[in-house]
């Protein structure tokens, strides 16, 4: 078997695709333009780049983009203020607050800061909490994007078999949560888990999310399921020591002789998350408004 590989650049346009109508719309209906407002603070090269094309695709999308470059060496105080005056801003329904932050910055209290209907990263405590008892709320954009592909491939997940492999706030316990409200049977698995193959092998759907060069082997995965790999780790590539290389959580080469579908490194999860975050701002701006949330860009 080779498994159908999930092109999520394209399906990631689509979503950007929808994303620009919905906001022509509202431009064209209500004279209203969604707002994005994004935190960076310090140098970090990773986030750079990924703030970078954040205010790209945020313009190609039609919406306002409001960027904030803050010095490595700013308050803890700087930045709540900042976060306030963000809160009371009418023009800006979303708010990002780049992570990680420096060390002397507690991430959660700032995090935590945002008000929660303008929190498009869905990391504030309170939709922690409406998302995990089933009410509305602002959805991480990593596992919306996973669901998204996942609806997209299956239809229906209902009584599907699901184990998703790591515990994180930002991935694990979400993907865990939304997989749950789709009507799938599900296993958080993690690196105390005993038997981890035979725990993954029963899975109709994998979602892998631990952070480790390809850790899942292709004898990990269930004959024809989908596995979804969230992983993005650069290694050294195995032909060249000079330079290097982004795989996976998952040994592609390996489970793709054994999955019916999944996810590359890279183009795979990673361009879903930037197009859910431009979704997630559209729905709060919808929300602030009493205006109906765009048809296929929420959970």
């Not at 929808?18 to 906001?23: G, S, T």
């Amino acid at each position: 078997m080779t498994a159908e590989i999930i092109d999520g650049k394209a399906f990631a346009a689509q979503i950007r695709e929808k994303v620009a109508a919905h906001v022509a719309r509202l431009k064209s209906d209500h004279d209203m333009v969604p707002g994005l407002a994004v935190v960076l603070v310090g140098e970090d090269p990773a986030s750079q780049v990924y703030v970078r094309n954040k205010g790209k695709q945020t313009v190609e999308a039609g919406m306002a983009g409001f960027e904030h470059k803050l010095d490595a060496a700013t308050s803890e105080a700087d930045i709540l203020h900042l976060v306030d005056r963000l809160n009371a801003d009418p023009k800006v329904h979303g708010i990002l607050v780049q992570l990680p932050l420096p060390d002397h910055v507690d991430s959660s209290k700032v995090i935590n800061r945002i008000t929660p209907a303008k929190d498009v990263d869905g990391f504030h405590i309170s939709n922690v909490g409406l998302l995990g008892t089933g009410q509305k709320s602002m959805v991480p954009c990593t596992p919306l994007g996973c669901l998204m592909m996942l609806r997209d491939h299956h239809g229906s997940l209902s009584g599907l078999n699901a184990v998703v492999l790591g515990r994180s706030n930002i991935v694990g316990k979400p993907m865990a949560q939304l997989l749950l409200a789709d009507n799938c049977t599900v296993t958080i698995a993690h690196s105390r888990t005993t038997d981890l193959p035979r725990i993954c092998r029963g899975a109709d759907i994998l979602v892998v999310a631990v952070g480790r060069p390809e850790m899942v082997q292709g004898d990990w995965v269930k004959p024809g399921a989908t596995v979804i790999d969230v992983g993005m780790n650069r290694i050294q590539h195995p032909d060249n020591p000079d330079k290097t290389k982004l795989v996976g959580d998952v040994d592609l080469a390996a489970a793709a002789q054994v999955a019916g579908a999944i996810t590359p490194v890279p183009g795979g999860v990673g361009p879903m998350t930037i197009a859910c975050l431009l979704a997630n701002t559209v729905t709060a701006c919808c929300r602030a408004h009493g205006l109906p949330e765009p048809q296929g860009l929420t959970a």
